[in-house]
């Protein structure tokens, strides 16, 4: 199911580099790409969980972000508690005071815009839908870099970091706030991949 942010999963996408003249698709390396969700407990720490389970369309035009797409659903089931107890947590976790996965097993993301100044740095805007709800949020993206694989010419690869907050109750998971925390914070992190036209040209 999910494989392919908030967070992208978000998710993730910015102009940047070298320019293409048209959208390329891009796929997520699924050994590195996270997506954390972390919140506040009682005050008391942080506490995250990660989802690994995803799948979506990445269309990326560095040229002209606009033209891009990001189209990700993500499992809610798959989510890793960074923690002792997984049972009780992950059991709580699909109940209905929390994600109610039983009847809304997934998550989706889909970006409606994207803002850039330097090609490097900017914010991409799109709309969330949890729990049958659906609302919109931001996330501040890097292009951390974008160059063909050190280990195989054919593939470029595109490393992103997206940061995001959200608040959680505006969804309707409004269980135990404010112990705990409404604000969600959301990191992803992420290499995609595509062909290198450089190197089909040179065979």
């Known amino acids: 199911m999910f494989r392919s942010t908030l967070a992208a999963a978000a998710t993730v996408v910015l102009a940047g580099g070298a320019a293409l003249a048209e959208p390329a698709p891009y796929t997520f390396d699924e050994t590195h790409t996270e997506i954390r969700a972390t919140w506040n407990h009682m005050g008391n720490a942080d506490f995250s969980v990660i989802f690994t389970d995803y799948e979506g369309t990445l269309e990326l035009d560095f040229e002209e972000p606009s033209n891009s797409t990001v189209d990700v659903t993500f ?50 805007t799109g709309d969330l839908t949890l729990l049958d709800q659906t609302h919109p949020v931001t996330l501040d993206v890097t292009l951390n870099q974008r160059a063909p694989h050190p280990f195989d010419a054919s593939v470029i690869v595109a490393g992103f970091t997206a940061t995001g907050t959200i608040q959680r109750s505006q969804w309707g998971l409004d269980y135990g706030v404010p112990a705990v925390s409404d604000d969600i914070q959301l990191v992803i992190n992420t290499e995609l991949r595509t062909p290198n036209p450089d190197a089909a040209e040179a065979e």
């Open 75 to 124: 499992s809610l089931e798959d989510g890793y508690w960074l923690g002792a107890d997984q049972d009780r947590f992950n059991t709580h976790f699909a109940s209905p005071d929390l994600f109610n996965i039983a009847e809304f097993p997934t998550a989706h993301f889909v970006a409606t815009g994207f803002e850039t100044e330097d090609g490097a740095t900017g914010t991409m």
